[in-house]
């Protein structure tokens, strides 16, 4: 549900003056883990934000032939964008960060950087600002509050929340199917630091919120289920081993498939390494939105 060890979106920027944090080498979490981040996890009594389960693929493509019965999938989405930044009083993201961010979204979501265009483009509805030291250092802990508080619109709406997370996470996110059961909850927590110019080492080209919001409009890690199926529920994007770190020449984990997608947006590679979303993760976004965010601009 997170990106890498997801956690962190706040755009450090120096020009605002602001202190840089502590170099992080951290992989990305999923809702998303990178292997530093899933051995955290797996500390008895550990804490961290829901992810789903390497089931919840095939319910949810069960779900899809249901659910998109005599419903029209739309053929372009436009998803009001509203962003909350928190701050504790001294560290803040600026508005030309926020800028930014939105401009990556949506050149990334128009296969601007390579991949296809999905049709998904995003538009910025506001920018609020919420003073709460406890909201930004620990975001996944004050998650019920923070977003009971804080959160406006319906399912079609992206509440995008910038705080800072640990340097096992740069960001979760909620998933489309779990909307009904906590509609309250969904949205998108990144860290301030994997804004584009941010102070994230590796991830500060805007490719977090890309990530994470992946997961928003529905799709799972490329490597989700490892070699076996369903993998991640998409017919182009090949099986995988397990999430890719860094930014290799070539990764190949699965025999008698294809190279892994290590260039997707849905794996963990640095920013650097990543490019691309896929036709068929394209397609899904569309039906995950008429399925359970009701799409009504077609």
Not at 89 to 97: F, M, T, Y
Not at 274 to 289: I, K, P, V
Request: charged fraction near 20%; include cysteine; proline fraction near 6%.
């Amino acid at each position: 549900m997170a990106r890498r060890a997801s956690a962190v979106s706040l755009a450090c920027l120096l020009a605002a003056g602001l202190v840089p944090p502590l170099r992080l080498d951290v992989a990305r979490v999923s809702g998303c883990l990178p292997a530093a981040a899933r051995l955290a996890r797996a500390v008895p009594g550990a804490t961290g934000p829901r992810s789903p389960r390497p089931e919840d693929v095939a319910k949810v493509m069960g779900e899809l032939k249901s659910r998109l019965r005599g419903v029209a999938v739309p053929v372009r989405i436009t998803v009001p964008t509203r962003v909350i930044l928190l701050t504790d009083g001294r560290r803040r993201v600026s508005d030309q960060a926020v800028r930014a961010q939105l401009d990556v979204l949506n050149t990334a979501y128009s296969g601007g950087y390579g991949g296809v265009d999905t049709g998904v483009r995003f538009k910025l509805e506001s920018v609020s600002v919420k003073e709460n030291a406890s909201w930004f250092t620990d975001p996944v802990g004050a998650e019920k509050a923070m977003k009971t508080r804080l959160h406006q619109g319906g399912a079609q709406t992206l509440n995008l929340y910038i705080a800072q997370l640990s340097e096992l996470m740069l960001g979760f996110a909620a998933y489309p199917y779990w909307y009904a059961g906590a509609p309250a909850l969904d949205g998108v927590v990144i860290d301030w630091r994997t804004l584009p110019g941010g102070a994230m080492t590796n991830y500060n080209k805007g490719f977090t919120g890309v990530h994470e919001i992946g997961h928003w409009l529905g799709l799972f890690h490329t490597f989700e289920n490892g070699c076996d199926v369903p993998g991640d529920g998409i017919a182009d994007t090949a099986p995988e081993g397990g999430a890719t770190e860094g930014c290799p020449e070539s990764k190949d984990t699965c025999p008698g498939a294809a190279s892994d997608p290590m260039h997707n947006y849905m794996d963990y590679t640095h920013d650097r390494c990543m490019s691309e979303f896929s036709q068929g993760q394209a397609e899904r976004m569309h039906e995950m939105w008429a399925a359970y965010r009701r799409a009504t601009d077609v």
